[in-house]
């Protein structure tokens, strides 16, 4: 059993930077793709970016391309999610995630509840 828990989120001005973290617990950190996810008030949960087990590859849905970063530190078991030049339509609460079994990268943004293990969330709130 896979234990995630997100931090890092909070209420920022339009153009500004935050930071996420996912702390994974439960399992061998360094052999899972991990992923970003996030869900607005009334909207559907949306893929944000996934980073495979070693952090060498990384895909990012087309909404945040050259806005955020994701990276992993497997010595520390957490992956990050570097926010920058945010905008209200970026507010929402931001999920991250990984699969019930080894899954690749390319197969990250297509996790669901079932599938996936699921942290709590963290609130993300950009003010205009």
């Known amino acids: 059993q896979v234990q995630l828990v997100e931090s890092g989120g909070g209420l920022v001005q339009a153009g500004g930077s935050l930071r996420l973290s996912c702390a994974a617990s439960g399992g061998t950190f360094s052999r899972y793709a991990m992923g970003w996810f996030r869900q607005a008030p009334g909207k559907e949960r949306e893929f944000v970016v996934g980073?495979?087990?070693?952090?060498?590859?990384?895909y990012y849905a087309d909404s945040v391309k050259g806005r955020f970063t994701i990276s992993r530190d497997n010595t520390k078991n957490t992956v990050y999610l570097q926010m920058n030049s945010l905008k209200p339509e970026d507010t929402a609460n931001y999920y991250c995630?990984?699969?019930?079994?080894?899954?690749?990268?390319?197969?990250?943004?297509?996790?669901?509840?079932?599938?996936?293990?699921w942290g709590q969330g963290t609130q993300v709130t950009v003010s205009s």
């Open positions: 995630a990984t699969g019930r079994r080894l899954i690749s990268v390319s197969a990250i943004a297509a996790l669901t509840t079932q599938s996936g293990y």
């Open positions: 980073i495979s087990s070693s952090g060498s590859t990384t």
